[in-house]
């Protein structure tokens, strides 16, 4: 069974956490302003996927990890938004604790 693509769905949460328009976003990135707003939506409805560098572009804006657009759960990805505001040695921190309580397999 196919997965549908996550990026639609996370695009439109961060854009809105971030309170910017879809036009506004797509100026922040590098878009015409006139063609803005229409390409932004076609990413949001899943009709176009933007490709890599342009996501990297969006997550820097939205200030969100690039990996967060591919997360398949809403958990993985709130997770992944948290961590990526997090300092390098913060990180490191809860990986050594969440493995301390990783059951052995």
């Given at each position: 069974?196919?997965?549908?693509n996550p ?99």
């Amino acid at each position: 069974m196919e997965r549908e693509n996550p990026i639609p769905k996370r695009l439109k949460e961060a854009r809105q956490r971030a309170k910017i328009t879809q036009k506004e976003l797509g100026i922040r990135i590098g878009m015409e302003e006139s063609s803005a707003s229409g390409r932004m939506n076609h990413y949001e409805k899943g009709r176009h996927t933007p490709d890599v560098s342009v996501l990297q572009r969006m997550a820097k804006e939205l200030n969100v990890p690039l990996s967060y657009f591919f997360c398949e759960s809403d958990s993985l990805a709130e997770l992944n938004r948290i961590m990526g505001k997090m300092s390098e040695e913060e990180r490191n921190s809860l990986i050594k604790q969440l493995s301390d309580k990783e059951p052995n397999m």
